[in-house]
């Protein structure tokens, strides 16, 4: 079992930055891959990123490629998030997820608004 639990949205003007935090329970959490989800308002949930339980291997959503970076710290049991260049449609409640490819376990979301 592993618990997630994200920090870290807010609103921020377009071009700015925001750093995304999913603190996570349990001892297994290094053996999972990670990734990171996000649903605007009416639109379905999507893929933002991923990243392999060792870290070595990192997939992003062609919207987000040379904007976000996804890292892990297995020490803290932590999956990050860096968004830059934010633009206002990005504006959604990102979700941390873990367990790939059936994404098991889910937190419940922190909310991201890019105001322009």
């Known amino acids: 079992q592993v618990q997630l639990v994200e920090s870290g949205g807010g609103l921020v003007q377009a071009g700015g930055s925001l750093r995304l935090s999913c603190a996570a329970s349990?001892?297994?959490?290094?053996?999972?891959?990670m990734g990171w989800f996000r649903q605007a308002p009416g639109k379905e949930r999507d893929f933002v990123a991923s990243?392999?339980?060792?870290?070595?291997?990192?997939y992003y959503a062609d919207s987000v490629k040379g904007r976000f970076t996804i890292s892990r710290d297995n020490a803290k049991n932590t999956v990050y998030l860096q968004m830059n260049s934010l633009k206002p449609e990005d504006t959604a409640v990102y979700y941390c997820?873990?367990?790939?490819?059936?994404?098991?376990?889910w937190g419940q979301g922190t909310q991201v608004t890019v105001s322009s």
């Open positions: 997820a873990a367990d790939p490819p059936i994404w098991a376990y």
């Open positions: 349990g001892r297994t959490f290094s053996t999972y891959g």
């Open positions: 990243i392999s339980w060792s870290g070595s291997s990192t």
